[in-house]
């Protein structure tokens, strides 16, 4: 099992950048996959980010491709989102996950442990 803990939200303007964390303890965390998902009032969670066991492989939703950057630190154990160009649709909280396997995924299901999310709030 992996213990996770988000940090990073905020309030920003628009255009602004914001870098989420997450730290992570357990003994499991180099060999599991990690994902941020995302989850905004009345929506269901949705997936944004994904990173493979030794950061080999990523993957990202369309709506984030080309602003968000996913990256993992095994040694630190620690997982980071890099969100650029925000826009008020990307206000959400966002959670940190792990998956018990190595591999990416972009299915909430196959995710097995959660932080407690974060909230981010893009200002027009």
């Known amino acids: 099992q992996v213990q996770l803990v988000e940090s990073g939200g905020g309030l920003v303007q628009a255009g602004g950048s914001l870098r989420l964390s997450c730290a992570a303890s357990?003994?499991?965390?180099?060999?599991?996959?990690m994902g941020w998902f995302r989850q905004a009032p009345g929506n269901r969670r949705e997936f944004v980010a994904t990173?493979?066991?030794?950061?080999?492989?990523?993957m990202y939703a369309d709506s984030v491709k080309g602003r968000f950057t996913i990256s993992r630190n095994n040694a630190k154990n620690t997982v980071t989102l890099q969100m650029n160009s925000l826009k008020p649709e990307d206000t959400a909280v966002y959670y940190c996950?792990?998956?018990?396997?190595?591999?990416?995924?972009?299915?909430?299901?196959?995710?097995?442990?959660w932080g407690q999310g974060t909230q981010v709030t893009v200002s027009s």
């Open positions: 990173i493979s066991w030794n950061g080999g492989r990523t």
């Open positions: 996950a792990a998956r018990r396997v190595p591999l990416i995924g972009i299915v909430t299901q196959t995710y097995d442990d």
């Open positions: 357990g003994r499991t965390f180099s060999s599991s996959a």
